[in-house]
């Protein structure tokens, strides 16, 4: 394999070395405690070389809750690794990448060395809970040596929550019945970690699709309530009888955290229905 195709899949192999979700740390604290872990790793194997990789893949101080710090060279072998994929140490993993991670970290891995710490993002597998979800990751080389930490984002952003109505609003007006039994059946794109598209008929007032939680298809989406009893479903009926996009804010259970969060939602007619997504905050 040469070494550009190389360096293509390698990027991919940051995300196979990212802990587990804190769900109550806020994304900023997970961000700046991955990269204190790395710029320490990086100071340690200034001084150590090599002899750094024994202290990077045990139990210790270059492991924080569930980030750590792993190594690969550019040829493709796990050098070190303080997390699962320390069973990989030794071996070259470049086939476990797919074709997606390659390209989307060929750009990120052509920046030369001596440029400081790199970030990346992408959606991956998570191996505490098999669900594919975004993860951020620092990153630096250092000669033939990457250094890296990484960890998973619990919470999309209000683009990405925005550019998922668009494509589901554009999708249902293309094909209604397709995109409906997508939505229902988790296929299509319409769920992305906390982010996942409901529709209702407004006709009827009921609800046709839902990306997590299909009990709620064919209820009354006007009695719909937060856990707290306050009304969810009347008010924004009541706000799209006057206007053809809006948002609300409310209060729901977020899938990914599995705690009650603030819920920002944007919506979207689409023919006679009402189409909604939205992103949670702590």
Request: glycine share 10%; net charge neutral; proline share 4%.
């Amino acid at each position: 394999m040469g070494v550009l195709h190389k360096l293509a899949w390698l990027g991919g192999l940051l995300l196979l070395c990212l802990g587990q979700i804190h769900a109550a740390t806020t994304e900023k604290e997970d961000s700046q405690a991955a990269k204190a872990l790395l710029e320490k790793a990086l100071a340690y194997y200034h001084e150590q070389g090599d002899k750094a990789f024994a202290a990077f893949s045990r139990q210790g101080e270059f492991v924080d809750k569930d980030r750590y710090v792993f190594v690969v060279d550019t040829k493709g072998v796990m050098l070190a690794s303080g997390g699962p994929s320390s069973a990989l140490i030794g071996r070259d993993v470049s086939e476990v990448l797919g074709p997606e991670v390659q390209k989307a970290f060929k750009d990120a891995l052509k920046v030369p060395e001596g440029n400081g710490i790199q970030q990346a993002e992408y959606r991956w597998q998570n191996w505490a809970d098999g669900k594919v979800e975004r993860k951020h990751v620092f990153y630096q080389r250092i000669g033939q040596r990457i250094l890296a930490v990484g960890y998973y984002l619990p919470r999309a952003s209000p683009q990405q929550a925005q550019a998922l109505l668009d494509k589901a609003a554009v999708d249902l007006a293309k094909n209604e019945k397709g995109t409906l039994t997508a939505i229902n059946s988790l296929k299509g794109g319409y769920l992305q970690d906390d982010l996942y598209v409901f529709v209702v008929d407004l006709d009827t007032q009921r609800y046709v699709a839902h990306g997590t939680n299909l009990r709620l298809i064919n209820t009354d989406f006007g009695k719909i309530k937060d856990p707290e009893g306050k009304p969810v479903g009347e008010p924004i009926l009541a706000l799209m009888a006057k206007q053809d996009d809006g948002e609300y804010e409310y209060r729901w259970k977020n899938p990914v955290t599995g705690k009650v969060e603030d819920k920002h939602a944007y919506l979207k007619k689409v023919g006679h229905f009402l189409v909604a997504v939205g992103y949670y905050s702590p």
